[in-house]
């Protein structure tokens, strides 16, 4: 079945860096844009960045521009998010998803990871 | 960037009811990019209605969506035990995409 399984998340200090990976199954990989989102506690969802199916493109969310990187090994069928210079504010659970249009970033997210939570912290 | 509001925040409800959940964008939705999900508990968001009126593969008909320009509108028909959850709007027309702040919808 269509699967997005999130890892790589921790509690880390602000001003430090952490890699999200996202690995995909059940689809054809190399078809689907895929973006991240994220959920601080409690509260709710917030766009992170988004990734073309070939990962020519991408784009960011204010809030994250020049701090994150959103990539893609079409490769492996797995997706990362770089987060640099992390602030307290980006603690949350960060969900991958996949854009439901095929070859383009402006679809819906059809299918979601179970997400990894991010905690920055001293 | 458009922001899209939801009203109103919780909707106490019982089983069986009827249940309209707004969604207004702060300025047009190109194409009608407009995408409601539904969230329950410890779990992912769920795709429940796409390009503002289309059902998603597997989601009943009690769901339905409405709507065009800075405007939209999910209906739920008879609220089942299960639907009892955290909906949010999103617009994918433009960058950045955004999400509404969410409507609960509790048991009564």
């Known amino acids: 079945q269509i699967q997005l399984v999130e890892s790589g998340g921790g509690v880390v200090q602000p001003g430090r860096s952490l890699r999200l990976s996202c690995a995909a199954s059940?689809?054809?990989?190399?078809?689907?844009?895929l973006h991240w989102v994220r959920q601080a506690p409690g509260k709710g969802l917030e766009w992170v960045a988004v990734i073309s199916s070939n990962g020519n493109k991408n784009s960011y969310a204010d809030s994250v521009k020049g701090r994150f990187t959103i990539s893609r090994d079409n490769s492996k069928n797995t997706l990362y998010l770089q987060m640099n210079s992390l602030r307290d504010e980006d603690t949350g659970l960060y969900y991958c998803?996949?854009?439901?249009?095929?070859?383009?970033?402006?679809?819906?997210?059809?299918?979601w990871g179970q997400g990894s939570l991010v905690t920055v912290s001293s | 960037e458009i922001v899209l509001t939801q009203s109103p925040g919780t909707l106490s409800l019982s089983p069986g009811e009827r249940v309209t959940l707004s969604c207004r964008a702060s300025?047009?939705?190109?194409?009608?990019?407009l995408a409601w999900y539904q969230q329950k508990p410890g779990q992912a968001p769920r795709l429940l209605i796409y390009?503002?009126?289309s059902r998603a593969t597997g989601i009943p008909d009690r769901f339905s969506g409405s709507g065009s320009g800075t405007d939209f509108t999910l209906t739920i028909r008879r609220l089942e035990p299960e639907d009892f959850a955290v909906y949010y709007c999103?617009?994918?027309?433009?960058?950045?995409?955004?999400f509404g702040q969410g409507t609960k919808v509790e048991i009564k």
């Open positions: 999103q617009q994918y027309g433009s960058s950045p995409r955004t």
């Open positions: 300025q047009s939705v190109s194409s009608t990019y």
């Open positions: 998803a996949r854009d439901a249009s095929r070859g383009s970033t402006w679809g819906p997210l059809d299918t």
């Open positions: 390009d503002a009126s």
């Open positions: 059940g689809f054809t990989f190399t078809t689907y844009a």
